[in-house]
């Protein structure tokens, strides 16, 4: 192994010199948190001038929770014939972005278990539906194993799966269900989605064919540091490639209800959730935004973590019901989320799923005195 000093490092990411694999590995092990951070900020202030943080008006509503997968992580989903589960109709979908709307989202993230009853054109009819009544709203739907889903039972390619989704008026997917792209821990965690390959070839294909998507990571489980590494080398790799992705979403795992809970000795917390923010700024020197997510982490560690290269802050998520089922529930509003930007030092800004400013929220006026 050749020789690693942090100081060698620093001028490479001052200069905009990309960070190798072994390198990378010894900044995420060794790396002073707070210089991981100062780093990070200078990083983001290169690509971001500006003092603006930018978030969504969005909500993160489901169609179904009904799911063949097992993954041993998941509280929300339940097996085919439970006295739980449900599958709602287009109408009843077409419900919840009416609320949606109704309270100023720009963006809808739809998701669902994977439910071999459901055929194609049910995805089809939610994207035109939706496109028709609420041409505001940028339909952000379905996962990479849910795409894997649809072509199952279609009896269809992925990528004329996606073709169709697009032909709707579909053209962004959201990154969930990567959790860790690393095969050994896939095999763990989620053997029934297959390895990292089965994430990224979604993904490959939605870019390929004008989709935009985002890349995230679910970490602070059984994955080790290697682990962490491959699953950024294999986001870095494929946006060298494709340039589609517009954001990293990292979060870490909510243990409450789930299989996985007895198997984690040592929760992941604050610290590590914003070494991962700093470290992914650093690395991932391709993908345009890091997210600070409130959502998972509490919104005084998402504020932190706009001090640690993150430039975005996630979404309003007006619904929400995957983390709710291991009952962790972060609730805000948008004049919060402005609030808390605000405080953090910096300028809120709503954005679209694609990154497009729509307003700027400017500085609080300052109290008059006497």
């Known amino acids: 192994m050749s020789i690693i000093c942090s100081e060698a490092l620093e001028e490479k990411v001052l200069t905009g010199t990309r960070l190798s694999r072994e390198e990378g590995l010894w900044l995420w092990q060794r790396g002073d948190l707070l210089e991981l951070g100062h780093l990070a900020n200078q990083v983001r202030r290169r690509l971001h001038p500006e003092p603006v943080v930018t978030f969504v008006i969005d909500s993160n509503p489901n169609y179904t929770n009904v799911c063949v997968t097992d993954c041993v992580f998941c509280a929300f989903y339940r ?64 996962t990479a194993s849910e795409v894997t889903t649809m072509a199952q039972v279609a009896g269809l390619s992925v990528r004329e799966v996606l073709e169709r989704l697009k032909e709707a008026g579909q053209f962004t997917l959201p990154g969930g269900g990567a959790e860790i792209l690393s095969d050994r821990i896939r095999r763990r965690l989620s053997p029934k989605k297959g390895g990292a390959e089965a994430w990224l070839s979604v993904h490959h294909e939605a870019h390929r064919l004008g989709f935009k998507s985002t890349a995230t990571m679910m970490f602070g489980h059984i994955e080790e540091d290697e682990d962490i590494l491959e699953h950024l080398e294999h986001v870095r790799a494929l946006q060298d490639e494709t340039g589609g992705f517009t954001a990293f979403v990292p979060w870490t795992f909510k243990p409450g209800n789930t299989p996985l809970e007895q198997r984690i000795a040592q929760h992941a917390g604050p610290t590590r959730y914003l070494r991962m923010v700093a470290f992914s700024r650093l690395y991932l020197d391709n993908v345009p935004h890091v997210q600070a997510t409130w959502f998972s982490e509490g919104k005084k560690t998402g504020q932190i973590a706009l001090h640690f290269g993150a430039d975005d802050f996630g979404g309003t998520l007006f619904e929400e019901n995957v983390h709710a089922a291991t009952g962790f529930v972060n609730k805000t509003a948008v004049e919060e989320i402005v609030t808390l930007i605000r405080e953090s030092g910096f300028i809120p800004a709503q954005r679209t799923t694609l990154y497009e400013v729509l307003r700027t929220f400017e500085p609080a006026a300052a109290p008059v005195s006497g």
């Open 79 to 142: 097996k085919p014939g439970s006295r739980d589960g449900y599958t709602l109709t287009v109408e009843q979908v077409m419900e919840k972005v009416q609320r949606a709307a109704d309270q100023g989202a720009t963006t809808v993230l739809l998701q669902g278990g994977h439910n071999p009853q459901i055929p194609l054109d049910y995805y089809l009819d939610l994207v035109r539906e939706t496109r028709r009544r609420f041409p505001r709203i940028t339909p952000h739907f379905f």
